[in-house]
């Protein structure tokens, strides 16, 4: 086949890219360039230019050649326009969600030529064609199984999707890498938002929405218990970063309004943890909503699935109820559902239902 493979520098990307050649395809390297460095060089270092030399040095190595897609205009409209905007009406984003679906397998593959047969890239799952439709398959490796990040992607591009390293495990992929010796073999994986490099998050935010101070307010009892710099940087279910003596305090509710932050005590906060919640804005990955009313539930990419209870409502809405109370759970998450292994889809949280 012919293949274009996403390579981002990391192990994984590598790894697969070794075991596409060593299976005989005709392959294609791509690294797309949506670091926001230019604008965003005062805050820090946008490690792209390393990046892109792990990527060349690998491709060298396996003699296949290599293309740099620019994509920052792109990205921007998408997917940083849709994280400002979650965050200024108070909700908690989920970009690399959006990213898979509108970038990585949607502007990208406009952009290459129709003559490739898959995009190969380094995701921890796997696709199964069953029949005419394709199901995506969770990784086996519980802690990086990445299908909640592909929740949103489609069967026209799940037809066109491989993903080589989702029957692996993260140490069987770093021992593949070092007995190869791989330019990447000991680089340390990334972490956070794909976009945003060594920029630390809070300062991205503040460069954009900038700062407001408003109180954080112990919900329990009406008392100021401090500040904080705009309802924008606190999320709820959040712990660490609140600034605040005698915790642990925990953000149960934002006040967008009058910019304030409710949180409450260790001792209180449970009653303010939720169970059951309505999705929207829901995409089924086979095409229709499932017909099964106990699934499995992730609210956040984690090991953590638990047992739910999923009623499908008008228009593109549901209703899950899930087994145990997440403390952590925002308007503005996607909820992702599963059948034991597979992936059924994703919606957006957008409120909570106390009927249940």
């Not at 005419?132 to 069967?155: A, W």
């Not at 000991?186 to 935010?205: A, H, M, T, W």
């Not at 999320?235 to 006040?255: H, S």
């Not at 008008?314 to 559902?337: H, K, M, N």
């Amino acid at each position: 086949m012919k293949i274009a493979v996403l390579l981002s520098g990391g192990v994984d990307s590598s790894v697969a890219l070794k075991m596409l050649k060593e299976q005989g395809h005709e392959l294609y390297g791509f690294y797309l360039k949506i670091w926001l460095e230019d604008e965003l060089s005062f805050l820090g270092d946008c490690p792209w230019q390393e990046d892109l030399d792990y990527v060349q040095r690998t491709c060298q190595m396996f003699d296949v050649p290599l293309k740099v897609i620019p994509l920052q205009s792109e990205y921007h409209k998408v997917v940083v326009k849709y994280v400002l905007d979650e965050l200024k009406v108070g909700r908690t984003p989920s970009p690399d969600i959006l990213c898979n679906h509108r970038v990585k397998f949607g502007f990208f593959p406009e952009k290459i030529d129709a003559s490739f047969d898959k995009v190969a890239s380094g995701h921890y799952a796997s696709v199964v064609k069953k029949g005419d439709l394709y199901y995506l398959k969770r990784g086996v490796d519980p802690v990086k199984d990445q299908t909640y990040f592909l929740s949103h992607l489609n069967q026209s591009q799940l037809s066109r999707c491989l993903f080589p390293i989702g029957e692996y495990s993260k140490a069987q992929i770093r021992q593949i890498a070092q007995e190869a010796n791989l330019p990447s073999a000991e680089r340390p994986d990334s972490q956070g938002i794909c976009f945003l490099g060594k920029i630390k998050y809070n300062d991205f935010v503040s460069s954009y929405l900038g700062k407001k101070e408003g109180q954080i307010i112990d919900i329990d009892t009406g008392k100021k218990l401090g500040v904080h710099q705009g309802f924008w940087f606190h999320t709820v279910g959040q712990r660490k970063g609140l600034g605040l003596a005698g915790g642990p305090w925990f953000v149960v509710r934002k006040d967008v309004k009058k910019n304030i932050v409710y949180v409450s005590h260790e001792t209180q906060y449970l009653k303010y943890v939720n169970s059951t919640f309505i999705i929207d804005e829901c995409n089924w990955i086979l095409g229709s909503s499932p017909t099964q009313k106990e699934v499995l539930v992730r609210v956040r990419h984690s090991p953590k699935i638990v047992p739910a209870r999923l009623e499908i409502l008008e228009g593109q809405q549901a209703r899950v109820s899930l087994s145990e109370p997440d403390p952590g759970i925002a308007t503005g998450q996607f909820a992702v559902i599963y059948d034991g292994d597979f992936c059924l889809g994703c919606g957006v949280i957008s409120s909570f239902d106390q009927s249940n």
